[in-house]
């Protein structure tokens, strides 16, 4: 774990840059991988790629696109952008970045995609989507988050249905390996991402079967805020702890989140997405 402070402390050093250019960031326990942009033209963008392996230095083509209804008031129903970049050094490596939003009425949801393979047959997958289907008196919604490299692999996903006239949500949630099936004791707003509550897990790694708790609660910072996520797993074979924060939207992505078994650090991830 102490690897990890190694690419935290050069994207502190690397920040004054973003403000000229892209930054994507992903770290998975000792693995991570960072990528800065800079603009030459419209299309055209170098960039360099670094992580675990040597840098490497490349050049990218992007695109863009939105689209607004039609009427008098425009209102934007779609964005996004995708690029292509090719870098060089002792492997060559292909990465490509799609990032796509929908905000058409019941639908509104946001996707970051980061895909990376490099000659010698390692590659890199960053993924995470999150989705709000406001039904009238009923409220659904989803984040799902993958980040995999020839050697590990996280996955996450969190689902939840919110009935107004019960005032609660149901929870279902897949968190690496350990699945779990809540409700909320107490919803928070009318949209019913934010709440506690209690439920039953199972974990298939370890095969063990037990009692959670939840928290998803809102963080609010003078830079912008987050939304943090709780989830406790008692279980026959001991305690698991998961503790993440996320921006709830906009066109930056900053995901991050630490896990627990029996209190010791076993699992930690960070995404980020500056563009």
Not at 239 to 248: A, E, M, S
């Amino acid at each position: 774990m102490k690897k990890v402070i190694i690419p935290i402390i050069f994207l502190f050093l690397m920040l004054p840059f973003t403000l000229f250019g892209a930054t994507y960031l992903s770290l998975m326990n000792e693995n991570w991988k960072n990528e800065v942009v800079f603009p030459l033209s419209e299309r055209f963008s170098w960039g360099l790629e670094l992580g675990n392996s040597t840098p490497r230095m490349g050049i990218l083509y992007s695109e863009s696109w939105a689209d607004f209804s039609t009427g008098f008031f425009k209102i934007k129903t779609r964005d996004g952008s995708f690029s292509l970049g090719l870098y060089l050094g002792e492997e060559v490596s292909l990465s490509t970045t799609l990032i796509r939003g929908t905000y058409t009425p019941p639908v509104y949801s946001q996707s970051f995609s980061k895909i990376q393979v490099t000659s010698d047959g390692k590659y890199h997958l960053f993924s995470y989507s999150n989705y709000r289907i406001p039904l009238g008196k009923w409220s659904l919604g989803a984040n799902v988050l993958s980040i995999k490299n020839k050697d590990t692999s996280i996955s996450y996903l969190k689902t939840y249905a919110f009935i107004k006239d019960f005032n609660r949500s149901f929870r279902l949630s897949f968190n690496n390996g350990i699945i779990d099936l809540g409700m909320d004791l107490v919803t928070i707003g009318s949209l019913g991402e934010l709440g506690y509550g209690a439920g039953l897990c199972y974990d298939f790694n370890n095969r063990a079967l037990g009692i959670s708790a939840h928290w998803v609660f809102p963080v609010s910072l003078e830079s912008g805020n987050l939304t943090g996520d709780l989830m406790v797993f008692i279980k026959t074979d001991g305690v698991n702890t998961k503790l993440g924060f996320r921006t709830p939207g906009g066109k930056n992505l900053l995901i991050f989140g630490i896990g627990f078994e029996n209190y010791i650090p076993e699992e930690f991830f960070l995404g980020l997405m500056v563009n």
